[in-house]
């Protein structure tokens, strides 16, 4: 059995794509599927199911997968020396976040993974919750931290954190001494987050009338869009309020003092658990405490940990 075809399988596990596979390898999908069909005969068993939506490794292939790793990981042990084949990373995680988590604590995380195994690149990429959980599903990346977990086989979820939610606006729009009822908000323009997302999802209910949705509602995919609306008055949003403290200390944004509070939102991590498990769970285990560490020092129960 040739170590090619195993380190194919393994990066065919991570990226479950293989034409992702093949260009990482720099060959073609036919050479892909040719490895993959050697290693299927001499083990005689399949490894990989797969169809026009499906990609998952059967238990045949997930046994495979645990036993190739560590396979590779002594040779490339031996190869450096002897070096223990724990203490190998892979070079790079790729890691997606929303932007609520790339302007608060995300620094901090990147900045420890860094000190703990300098070698180790971490590429971020920031996007919404809806397209990261998709890139996850086709194996664009080792981790992602959202509003909603992604779900399938080989991923593992976790809560890493809450965010409060406050309603907020442009002193041009809102009176910051005043109370305002939900059917007084209902009146206003309302800026909110993207459809399919928590707390798109969380408007029609909170104010208990489906018509919201289709009256005076705009949505944005930016959290830097939706904040300079807020400041230019366009309308008022429920919003983390961790993610506005800077606005809010120069009073280019209020707080509204609300009736009826908007509910907090979680923030979940989730993780492919079928490779480079020492990594992941180090990055994931690092991610709790940066998100630990930023709730601590946030004023008004702003973020918390679960």
């Given at each position: 059995m040739?170590?090619?075809d195993?380190?194919?399988f393994?990066?065919l596990a991570?990226?479950?794509h293989?034409g992702?596979a093949?260009e990482?390898?720099n060959?073609?999908?036919?050479?892909?599927?040719s490895?993959?069909?050697t290693?299927?005969q001499?083990?005689g068993?399949?490894l990989?199911?797969?169809?026009?939506r499906?990609?998952r490794l059967?238990p045949e292939g997930e046994?495979?997968l645990?036993?190739f790793?560590?396979i590779?990981?002594?040779i490339?042990?031996?190869?450096?020396g002897?070096q223990?084949p724990?203490?190998l990373?892979?070079?790079?995680?790729r890691?997606?976040?929303?932007?609520?988590i790339a302007?608060?604590?995300?620094?901090?995380l990147?900045?420890?993974?860094?000190?703990?195994?300098?070698k180790?690149?971490?590429e971020?990429?920031?996007d919404?919750?809806v397209r990261?959980?998709?890139?996850?599903?086709?194996?664009?990346?080792?981790?992602?931290f959202g509003?909603?977990p992604a779900?399938?086989?080989?991923f593992r979820?976790f809560n890493?954190?809450?965010?409060?939610?406050?309603?907020?606006?442009?002193?041009k729009l809102?009176?910051?001494?005043?109370t305002?009822?939900?059917d007084?908000?209902?009146?206003m323009?309302?800026?909110?987050f993207?459809?399919?997302?928590?707390?798109?999802?969380q408007?029609?209910?909170?104010?208990?009338?489906?018509r919201i949705?289709a009256?005076?509602l705009t949505?944005s995919?930016?959290?830097?869009?939706i904040i300079?609306?807020l400041?230019?008055g366009?309308?008022v949003?429920?919003?983390?309020?961790?993610?506005i403290?800077?606005?809010?200390?120069?009073?280019l944004l209020?707080?509204?003092?609300i009736?009826k509070?908007?509910?907090p939102m979680?923030i979940i991590?989730?993780?492919?658990?079928?490779?480079?498990?020492d990594i992941?769970?180090?990055?994931?285990?690092?991610?709790?405490?940066?998100?630990?560490m930023?709730?601590?020092?946030t004023?008004?129960g702003?973020a918390?940990?679960?």
């Open positions: 040739r170590d090619l195993m380190r194919t393994v990066l991570r990226t479950r293989f992702r093949a990482q390898l060959t073609t999908q036919p050479a892909i599927s490895r993959l069909t290693l299927e001499e083990l068993c399949k990989i199911l797969r169809g026009n499906e990609f059967t046994r495979a645990e036993a790793q560590d590779l990981a002594t490339e042990g031996l190869r450096n002897g223990d724990q203490t990373m892979p070079e790079v995680v890691i997606g976040a929303i932007d609520s302007s608060t604590w995300m620094p901090h990147i900045e420890s993974l860094h000190r703990i195994e300098p180790l690149r971490v971020l990429t920031v919404s919750t990261l959980v998709s890139e996850m599903a086709r194996g664009e990346f080792d981790l992602v509003l909603d779900i399938g086989d080989g979820s890493v954190c809450v965010w409060q939610m406050i309603w907020a606006g442009s002193p809102i009176d910051k001494d005043r305002y009822s939900v007084e908000l209902a009146s323009p309302i800026i909110t993207p459809k399919d997302t928590p707390p798109y999802r408007i029609a209910p909170y104010f208990q009338n489906e949705l009256s005076k949505s995919n930016s959290l830097f869009a300079n609306l400041i230019d366009f309308g949003s429920a919003i983390p309020s961790v993610t403290q800077r606005e809010l200390d120069r009073g209020h707080p509204m003092k009736v509070p908007f509910p979680p991590g989730t993780y492919q658990s079928t490779t480079h498990q992941i769970n180090m990055v994931a285990e690092q991610a709790r405490t940066s998100a630990s930023f709730c601590e020092n004023a008004n702003a918390w940990t679960i």
